[in-house]
């Protein structure tokens, strides 16, 4: 038992002791130029003869972005047949029940 309570205080100690060493300055480090506020980094004037493809090139991407959901059609209704609920519906059967008053008594 007291060998692993001596081995419970190193691990603890080792765990505790250090801590962060200094940061160090990595020297291909480029400094970082100082940009005045309100300054717009990295826009570049567009030339009016370039709007259209930019304005086509935005809205590809934004119906890219955002797909229409699929939606399939409806099955059409033949003549004489019962109308067919979309996908994902439950309709009730539109048949009386024959034995409705007869007491249930088999599977």
Known sequence: MRYVLILLMLMMLTACG??????????????TPFVPEGTQVGVNPVSDENVPI?????????A??????????????GEGGLPVPPIGTLVASQTENVQAGVPFDYI
């Open 64 to 77: 890219a972005q955002n797909p229409q959901p699929y939606i399939p059609p409806l099955p059409t209704v």
């Open 18 to 31: 250090g801590g962060e060493s200094p940061a160090t300055e990595d020297a291909n480090a480029q400094p």
């Open 54 to 62: 930019i304005e086509t090139l935005i809205a590809e991407e934004i």
